[in-house]
């Protein structure tokens, strides 16, 4: 008997949910209720790697709980992909900016630097209600950002592109024409980095090619 392995993505992101279908997979999205604040103010101490992995178990944590609730099978296997990314500029690490008046500051004091975008990846492995394996990762890639002026940055932010993304960019929409180049993995800066999951997957003994709905 073949036990089919379903998907399942624990993010509300598009661009990564995009970035999975684009690779053959059709996962079912399972978003988290999980309290980032919080969790990002128990970890105010921790390395900027160690948190956004953190944050990605934590995820992960959420959507073991949702899924072995609606588990009827013994045997049915499920792999949990979830991610977190954030910013390391400066030190310091930043999120989403929510605000308009905030993505603007950000960007003016990115314009012309580089920063570290720090991506944590949780990959979890269900059979029926028990996790058999689980692995994790941080993955950074290093982002140059072009010296654009102030009213092309009150452009941008005014699209409404940049509140809800880490760092206030995106290298897959509006915000790709304001990044002068990448250090890394383009599909980690995206959201969640193929070859990073697919290494995680080995992990836990899960073909990529296995899970692939097309070629």
Known sequence: MVTTTSVVLGSASPARLRVLRDAGLDPRVIVS???????LSSLATAAPHEIVVRLAAAKADAVVATVVAETRADDAEVVILTCDSMLLFDGALTGKPHTADVAREQWRRMRGRTAELLTGHQVTR??????????????????????????????????????SVAGAFTLDGLGGWFIDGIDGDPSSVIGIGL????????????????????T
Request: no cysteine; charged share 25%.
């Open 33 to 39: 209720a999980v309290d980032e604040d919080a969790l």
């Open 126 to 163: 269900l059979r029926g209600d028990a996790v058999v394996g689980s692995a994790h990762s941080a993955v950074a890639t290093l982002i140059r950002f072009a010296d654009i002026d102030d009213a092309t940055i009150d452009a941008y932010v005014a699209t409404g592109e940049p509140l």
């Open 195 to 214: 070859p990073t999951v697919r290494r995680l997957l080995g992990e836990v003994d899960v073909d990529i090619t296995t899970l692939w709905t097309r």
